[in-house]
């Protein structure tokens, strides 16, 4: 596509459910990028796919959060078993290849109720 | 470990003005430097890429200089307008194969 797409824009949970966020990459980029933005924080890395490469899991904050990449294009970040600390904003990013500037997507609003 | 710093935090001119945000990052080593643009409740724009053998980029009112040695960047706005207010954030990425470091940004509110 054009962009980066993430789906949904918004979702309301309740604490101790399972969400799913979904980042479809620009076509051919081959990094994909996660992080996610607290109230009046900054932005925090999560993990980041780079081809076949293993991904870098080291910002992900618990083993409640996971993500996986199929067949290098789509990505899924998982939270299970959410609390209301995991309520922000999160954001996936995509890169064409080394060295190339990143393009955003317009990120989800996760809210744990 | 890479930090990034953003000054000042907040800031607002009246419209016409020129004005100059501030990136600090601690590790010079850096592989380039990104300065984005986000509006409230919205995800991030980029508006300009310098990579570490460069010294500055120009995309129309906009400047970004870089000076690695000092570990400093600074984004120029010129003739500012309304449409200009939003959050600025500056980032780093030291190898090509890490993920970028943001500054916390900068808040700009141009009055009209």
């Known amino acids: 596509g054009a962009g980066v797409s993430q789906s949904p824009s918004n979702k309301v949970t309740e604490k101790g459910k399972d969400v799913e966020l979904r980042c479809d990459p620009i076509?051919?980029?081959?990094?994909l990028y996660w992080y996610r933005q607290s109230l009046g924080q900054g932005l925090e890395f999560l993990i980041y796919?780079?081809?076949?490469?293993?991904?870098?899991k080291s910002g992900l904050p618990s083993d409640r959060f996971s993500a996986e990449r199929t067949g290098g294009s789509v990505s899924t970040l998982t939270i299970q078993r959410t609390q209301q600390e995991d309520s922000a904003v999160y954001l996936c990013?995509?890169?064409?290849?080394?060295?190339?500037?990143?393009?955003f997507g317009s990120g989800t609003r996760l809210t744990v109720v | 470990k890479q930090e990034v710093t953003q000054i000042p935090a907040a800031l607002s001119v009246p419209e016409g003005e020129n004005l100059v945000l501030n990136c600090s990052f601690t590790?010079?080593?850096?592989?380039?430097l990104q300065w984005f643009r986000q509006d409230p409740g919205k995800g991030l724009t980029s508006l300009l890429l310098?990579?570490?053998?460069?010294r500055e980029q120009t995309s129309g009112r906009l400047n970004a200089s870089l000076d690695k040695s000092s570990g400093r960047s600074t984004l120029y706005i010129a003739a500012s307008q309304p449409g200009d207010s939003a959050t600025y954030l500056c980032?780093?990425?030291?190898?090509?194969?890490?993920?970028?470091?943001f500054g916390k940004g900068t808040r700009l509110s141009v009055i009209a």
């Open positions: 990013a995509s890169s064409l290849r080394r060295g190339n500037g990143y393009t």
């Open positions: 076509s051919g980029h081959t990094a």
């Open positions: 796919f780079q081809g076949n490469s293993a991904p870098d």
């Open positions: 590790d010079s080593a850096i592989y380039n």
């Open positions: 310098i990579q570490s053998s460069q």
């Open positions: 980032a780093v990425q030291n190898s090509g194969n890490t993920p970028l470091v």
